[in-house]
């Protein structure tokens, strides 16, 4: 079936740097694409979406990219702290529906 | 202001033993559910979702059922457990064109 899916399944920055967690897609129909943060024995909580019409969304330190020619999505992070180690899930919403990837940790090192 | 309660937090059933898995919203009316199943080190696979009293919508064939009793209560059920349904087991909600999902704490269930 259609799924969304991540190209690294492990990401280490070291801390102040800038972190790029990417994902690929195949279901060109999503109304819109998601990215969820996981921190270790909670449920994912939501950090930004972006529309299938639009190719970049920022928000606090965090930006989106959407390249529908290629399907791919990212998300930046700036300025990367402690506090964002986890694992970050790629998701797309349609229908009502919600379809994770397979998630990359990020390790943020001192 | 909304939340979602899912208990218990852990669980260890043996092979064979019926499973019952609950989750409940507050501060909501009509909202969508869903149950996901997270093994280990790995993505979020979307087992049921619900968009409705009585609608239960299963993505993928397997050894569970679900059932939405109420309007805000969404329950995650097994008559016999395998060893392979071990996992983390995530409940969510959602209300109608919103992206955003929102999730419970979890319940690691662990078959032995």
């Known amino acids: 079936g259609e799924s969304v899916g991540l190209h690294l399944p492990t990401l280490s920055v070291q801390e102040g740097d800038n972190s790029i967690i990417n994902c690929a897609y195949s279901?060109?129909?999503?109304?819109?694409f998601i990215w969820y943060k996981q921190e270790s024995g909670k449920g994912p909580q939501f950090i930004i979406d972006i529309r299938s019409n639009m190719d970049k969304r920022q928000g606090q330190r965090v930006t989106v990219l959407l390249n529908k020619t290629v399907k791919h999505l990212s998300l930046q992070i700036a300025a990367t702290q402690p506090g964002d180690s986890a694992v970050y899930f790629c998701a797309e919403n349609t229908r009502q529906n919600f379809v994770f990837g397979p998630g990359t940790r990020l390790s943020v090192l001192p | 202001s909304q939340t979602i309660h899912q208990w218990p937090a852990t669980l260890v059933q043996p092979v064979g033993s019926p499973l019952s898995l609950e989750c409940t919203v507050e501060g909501t009316s009509n909202p969508n559910l869903y149950w996901y199943r997270q093994a280990a080190g790995r993505g979020l696979q979307l087992l049921f979702y619900s968009v409705g009293i009585g609608q239960i919508s299963s993505e993928v064939p397997q050894n569970l059922s679900a059932s939405r009793p109420q309007d805000r209560q969404f329950i995650l059920s097994s008559k016999k457990l395998l060893l392979s349904d071990s996992g983390f087991y995530l409940c969510?909600?959602?209300?109608?064109?919103?992206?955003?999902?929102?999730f419970g704490q979890g319940t690691r269930l662990t078959v032995v």
């Open positions: 279901n060109s129909a999503s109304d819109y």
């Open positions: 969510a909600w959602s209300v109608w064109g919103s992206t955003e999902a929102f």
